[in-house]
């Protein structure tokens, strides 16, 4: 299995090839913005230390939200122009699942994945030992998020600190769904006989963009 992945949901940009049983080129760069003018670079970069041509890829994984509106709208643009150009599918993974995914591999057990979502307000959801979502991601208030998530439940996500302190044992990693960790969980899921993701990937936002928020309350 050959993939291609990447990710510009969050304050990072990246993009990574696996090949056969491991990751053989990445690139991670942080930034709030310019994801557009990076990806394609980022691209370039890890296919040409890959050794691996756009014909040999047999999968382009991308992240699929919730994050930053833009991120995801660039990420999918280039995973879905880059499927057509070579004729394979685009699978898509959640922002969450991602990051549950790293979370996971560091330290096993059921896990919170917590990301924000501006206006004081988290992305929030549940994941079983195995990876498996207890539930549809949601969007809470972070005084609500703090309920939901209780007072055991180990908590990864660039919001997590905001629910439980820096310095809390509760805090995980990863903060980001690195391509590194899209590309691994696609070729885990592989492995494992399951559908990878979803194979016409759509943007999961969870709530309205900004601008629409805005006209509506002037309506």
């Not at 601008?211 to 002037?218: F, I, P, S, T």
């Amino acid at each position: 299995m050959i993939i291609l992945a990447l990710d510009t949901t969050l304050a990072g940009c990246s993009a990574a090839v696996w090949r056969g049983a491991a990751i053989v080129a990445e690139r991670l760069e942080l930034l709030d913005r310019g994801h557009a003018e990076r990806l394609m670079p980022l691209i370039g970069v890890v296919m040409a230390e890959s050794g691996v041509g756009y014909g040999d890829l047999d999968a382009i994984a991308v992240t699929v939200g919730p994050g930053s509106f833009t991120g995801v709208r660039i990420g999918l643009a280039t995973a879905r122009g880059l499927a057509l150009a070579t004729a394979k599918p685009a699978i898509g993974l959640t922002t969450l699942e991602v990051i549950a995914y790293g979370a996971q591999r560091a330290r096993a057990g059921a896990v919170w994945v917590a990301i924000g979502a501006g206006r004081g307000r988290v992305y929030l959801q549940g994941f079983a030992p195995d990876g498996v979502a207890l539930a549809a991601p949601a969007i809470l208030d972070e005084a609500d998020a703090r309920v939901r998530i209780g007072d055991a439940t180990p908590i990864a996500g660039d919001a997590a600190t905001r629910l439980v302190g820096e310095g809390s044992p509760r805090r995980g990693a990863p903060d980001l769904a690195a391509a590194s960790l899209v590309a691994s969980l696609a070729a885990a899921r592989h492995r494992d006989g399951r559908t990878p993701g979803t194979e016409r990937p759509t943007a999961l936002y969870l709530r309205p963009p900004d601008a629409k928020a805005m006209a509506a309350a002037r309506r």
